[in-house]
C-alpha cells in the first residue's frame, strides 16, 4: 500500500539514509528497535560557513518575531517525505510537518506532478476568484470529501491565504447573516494571528468574544476531569447563554477546534461535541468548526468533526488542503450566503499552483485511505508514549487523536506522577478513556516549560523535529505526515524516548544537587 511506501532516498531502517553516526554522548544511540538515534557526524567544513553565514544573516536581517527559526535552527536545502537534509549536511525526521500543513511530507511525487503540469499547461497562475479548469477540479474534490450534511447544501469562499484570512471571513459571515455581533469561543483556542481571530484565541487580551471553558482531563478547569468535566463545561456553557445578567448577549457564532492544536494537543470529547451542536442549534447560533490543523485525515478522520458525527454549520479550512501551498476557504450552509458582492475579497484567492497540489493531496488521501492510517498508527504511538509515561515521572499526561500527539512534560512535586495513572492517555472516542479518569484525581503536577524545550532540543540533537505547544509551551508535540511508515514511526519513538530518557536522567540529577 502506498501509505508505507518510503521514498527512494529513505533507505536506512528508520527511512533516512546516513543519519546518526555517533550519539551526544560518544555512545552508539541506538534505540529500542535498534536504530541509530544520534547525531550526525561534524559536517564539512565548507558546508558549515554556509549554514553559519545564512543563520547569522537571518538573525540579523529578519523580525523579532520569527519563532521556529529560534528552537530549531535548520537551513533545509532538501527534503522528501519524512526527511529534510539541512546545508550543514544534517538529516531530520520532520514531525513539524510544517505545523500540519504536510499532510503527505515534502515533495510527495504527486503533489509535484500537479504542479508541473499546471506550469506546464501554460493557464495562468493568478486568475483572482474566476473560475478555471484548476478551480473548478479543487472545488470537486473538496465536495467530496465534506460531511454529507454540509456538502448537499454547501457554499465556499476562498479567501487569503492563511488560516486565519478564513477565520476573520467566516466572523464576517455569521456576523452578517444573524445580524449580531459577538463571538463564542473557547479557553486554549488558537484560530490565528489577524485581530478578529486573535480575540477568539485563547490569550487575547482586548476582545468582544466570550471565552467558555474547554474540557480536559488532565488540568480540567473543574478539578473532576472525565465525563463529569465536560459536563460541568457544557453546563456552563448553557448558563451562560440562558441567563440574562451573564454579560454575554446572544452571540453571531461559536467557533471551536475539535482538537485544539497550540492549546496543547486537547481531543474534545465527542459527546460534548455533540452537545455544543445541540446547544447552538436551539438557539440558531451558527456553529463554526476550526480545521485548520486537524483536517484531510490528520485525527483519523477526514475532517475531525466526524468523529462525533457534528455536522457544522461553517468550517475553515486551511494548511492541508493547499498541498503545502497558501490556500484557505470558507465552507458553510447555503442559508447563510447572504453578503453582498465583495463583502469579502483578497487579491490572491485564486491560487492555482496551491488548488491544483490541493486537489492531489485531498485525492490521494482519500483513494488510500489515509485517515484510516493515521487513526490505526496514532493509536499505536499514544499507547507505546504512554508506556513512556509510567517510566518517567516527568510526562504529565499523554494526548491526541490520530497523527495529532502531545507530550505534557511536569516539574516534579504535588500530583498523580505517570506511574500512579498509569500512564495517562486523553483520547477523545466515546469517551472511554475519560471514564477511567478519578473524579478525585490528585492535583496534576506543575508545567515544565524548559523541560519540554529540553527535550526539543536533545531531538534535534538526534536528528528528531518537533514542536512545542500548550499553555506553558510544556507540550511537545507531533505532527509527521500520514504517509509516515512503520519503520520511520519506530524511529521517531525512539529518538523521543532517547531525548525524554537524557532530559529526566539530567533533571533527577540537578535535583540531587539542588537538595545537596
Known sequence: MAVTETAPEETTADGIDG???????????????????????????????????????????????RTYARALPIVPVRARGLTIEGADGRRYLDCLSGAGTLALGHNHPVVLEAIRKVLDSGAPLHALDLATPVKDAFTTELFRTLPPGLADRARVQFCGPAGTDAVEAAFKLVRTATGRNGLLAFTGAYHGMTAGAFEASGDAFDMRVAHLPFPQDYRCPFGVGGTRGAELAARWTESVLDDPKSGVPLPAGMILEPVQGEGGVLPAPDEWMRRMRLITAARSI???????????????????????????????????????????????????????????????????LAMAAGTATLAYVRENRLAERAATLGSRLLTQLSELARRFPVIGEVRGRGLMIGVEMVREGEGRTGAERGGDIQGAGDLTGRDKAPEHARAPRPAAPELAAAVQQECLRRGLIVELGGRHASVVRLLPPLTISDEQAAAVLDRLSDAVETVARNHAHGEQQHQR
Request: without cysteine.
Open 286 to 352: 451558527p456553529l463554526i468548526a476550526d480545521e485548520v490543523q486537524t483536517g484531510v485525515g490528520r485525527t483519523g478522520a477526514f475532517w475531525a468533526v466526524e468523529h462525533s458525527g457534528v455536522t457544522p454549520d461553517v468550517m475553515v479550512l486551511s494548511k492541508a488542503i493547499g498541498g503545502s501551498l497558501p490556500l484557505a476557504v470558507v465552507v458553510y450552509r447555503d442559508d447563510l450566503d447572504v453578503w453582498e458582492p465583495g463583502a469579502h475579497a483578497g487579491t490572491f484567492r485564486g491560487n492555482q
Open 19 to 65: 543519519v546518526a553516526a555517533s550519539a551526544p554522548g560518544g555512545g552508539t544511540g541506538v534505540g529500542r528497535s535498534g536504530v541509530a538515534a544520534g547525531a550526525l557526524a561534524g559536517p564539512p567544513a565548507g558546508a558549515r560557513l554556509t549554514y553559519e553565514g545564512i543563520l547569522k544573516r537571518q538573525a540579523a536581517r529578519e523580525s523579532a518575531a
